[in-house]
T-cell receptor
Framework: NAGVTQTPKFQVLKTGQSMTLQCAQD?????MYWYRQDPGMGLRLIYY???????DKGEVPNGYNVSRLNKREFSLRLESAAPSQTSVYFC????????????FGPGTRLTVL | SQQGEEDPQALSIQEGENATMNCSYK?????LQWYRQNSGRGLVHLIL?????REKHSGRLRVTLDTSKKSSSLLITASRAADTASYFC?????????????FGTGTKLQVIP
């Protein structure tokens, strides 16, 4: 099992460019999440998907869109990147029980110039 | 605003000593989780304590939960250099049919050999 995988690992964009961050999990988990991590801010939830076919906004959704393509994959899209979106992005998944932990991917380090 | 706040923000100890990190939160929770993050990596789940539990052990880890004070502590006994990492608490609560998990800002632990 690969767990949670993310691509790319690193990305540099210019302001206004678009890109999609990919995430996949092979644990048959229903729930998937996208977080961003900034120094001194902990992790903040961008979007989540409680199950295939559903997505909902988290704490900081502005400037992002998501797609839950199937049970395995959950992508995050930046339509017009801004310097404020420079961050490390983590994808996570979780099984169905209320007492299950989240499993995290290795992260994508994004710099917007 | 962050649900969980860790204290201290940074901690430096000698190998073999115990390390204690605290987490305070604001609303009622379903469970509280502790995660570890090595530099440049994703978060790894350490331990989960349910709201009706007061103490839990896992190897060298001991977690306590006081729901009346809305606080938790993570104790790492007999620390090792390999324990150097950032540690995050995360509170989970049910919100509109979804389990909302909120991360704190973390404690950076350095264990000096």
């Amino acid at each position: 099992n690969a767990g949670v995988t993310q691509t790319p690992k690193f990305q540099v964009l210019k302001t206004g460019q678009s890109m999609t961050l990919q995430c996949a999990q092979d644990m048959n988990h229903n729930s998937m999440y996208w977080y961003r991590q900034d120094p001194g801010m902990g992790l903040r939830l961008i979007y989540y998907s409680a199950s295939e076919g559903t997505t909902d906004k988290g704490e900081v959704p502005n400037g992002y869109n998501v797609s839950r393509l199937n049970k395995r994959e959950f992508s995050l899209r930046l339509e017009s990147a801004a310097p404020s979106q420079t961050s490390v992005y983590f994808c996570a998944s979780r099984g169905g029980s209320s007492y299950n932990e989240q499993f995290f991917g290795p992260g994508t380090r994004l710099t917007v110039l | 605003s962050q649900q969980g706040e860790e204290d201290p923000q940074a901690l430096s100890i000698q190998e073999g000593e115990n390390a204690t990190m605290n987490c305070s939160y604001k609303t009622s929770i379903n469970n509280l989780q502790w995660y570890r993050q090595n530099s440049g990596r994703g978060l790894v789940h350490l331990i989960l304590i349910r709201s009706n539990e007061r103490e839990k052990h896992s190897g060298r880890l001991r977690v306590t939960l006081d729901t009346s004070k809305k606080s938790s502590s993570l104790l790492i006994t007999a620390s090792r250099a390999a324990d150097t990492a950032s540690y995050f608490c995360a509170t989970a609560r049910n919100s509109g049919g979804y389990q909302k998990v909120t991360f704190g800002t973390g404690t950076k632990l350095q264990v000096i050999p």
